[in-house]
């Protein structure tokens, strides 16, 4: 309902397999990374329409390791990433507090990640990405009995970065992402599950005018569980993986689990 604020933490563990552009000589590169989060959520009414603004500042510690033209190198970056704001809007369905046994609820949202994070133009690797990045989304969610199952399209824009890696300026053409989710809601209040994938695709990068063979095809797919902690608060446990469909990109396995209270 309107006037719901909702305070979060959480804490992601991600190990996996990187693979670079030949190009930079990096082999058998492998990134191990801890991320943790704090997160805020505001429920409000805007034009007569239910509507939440969320803000999320993560913070990583992430060592990539491999061979650097055949010898054994690493790299360790510890620091902020770049916080993101996200407004949403559900623009037709049933009413929060619906009793309904099936309902169908369309939404849209758009976000922005801020270029806040660490960033250092001699390094290649780098826990923010000095530029912008603009995701608007449109979804929806029919639930019936204790069924849901939605599905949400989203874009990803970016700004340039003027102060990519050796002085060059890095653009890329937007990647599109569809996911969907299953969620099952138990009888027993405030316990849920859900099973969800992902795939997002193009978005390749053009360094000083040139583009690069980086194209992204990575599917992504997720296992959840949520519980409530009394009456105010809830704990969810995921696990998610990733994984490149080109030669570029990442395969990662994570797991995470997060807590929240609202009021």
Avoid: C
């Amino acid at each position: 309902p309107p006037g719901l604020n909702v305070i979060g933490a959480g804490i992601v563990v991600t190990d996996g397999d990187v693979f670079f552009d030949p190009a930079l000589e990096i082999e058998d590169a492998e990134m191990d990374a801890t991320s943790a989060a704090v997160s805020y959520v505001r429920s409000f009414s805007l034009g007569g329409k239910l509507a939440r603004l969320d803000i999320v500042v993560p913070w990583q510690n992430v060592t990539w390791s491999g061979l650097l033209e055949g010898q054994q190198a690493s790299a360790t970056r510890v620091g902020l990433s770049d916080p993101t704001m996200r407004l949403s809007l559900i623009l037709a369905g049933a009413a929060p507090d619906s009793t309904a046994s099936s309902s169908t609820v369309v939404g849209a949202a758009f976000s922005v990640t801020v270029p806040l994070g660490e960033y250092q133009e001699d390094k290649l690797l780098n826990l923010g990405q000095n530029r912008y990045v603009f995701r608007p989304q449109l979804g929806f969610v029919h639930t019936r009995g204790q069924w849901s199952y939605e599905l949400t399209g989203s874009g990803f824009f970016y700004t340039d970065n003027d102060e990519f890696f050796g002085g060059s300026v890095r653009k890329q053409d937007p990647l599109y992402a569809i996911q969907g989710h299953i969620i099952y809601s138990m009888k027993k209040p405030g316990y849920w599950t859900s099973l969800s994938a992902g795939y997002g695709g193009n978005g390749q990068s053009i360094i000083n005018g040139n583009r690069a063979d980086d194209d992204k095809r990575l599917f992504l797919s997720a296992l959840s569980f949520g519980m409530p902690l009394g009456d105010r608060q809830g704990l969810k446990i995921a696990y998610v993986r990733s994984r490149t469909h080109v030669d570029n990109g990442s395969d990662s396995d994570s797991l995470g689990i997060a807590w929240s209270i609202r009021f």
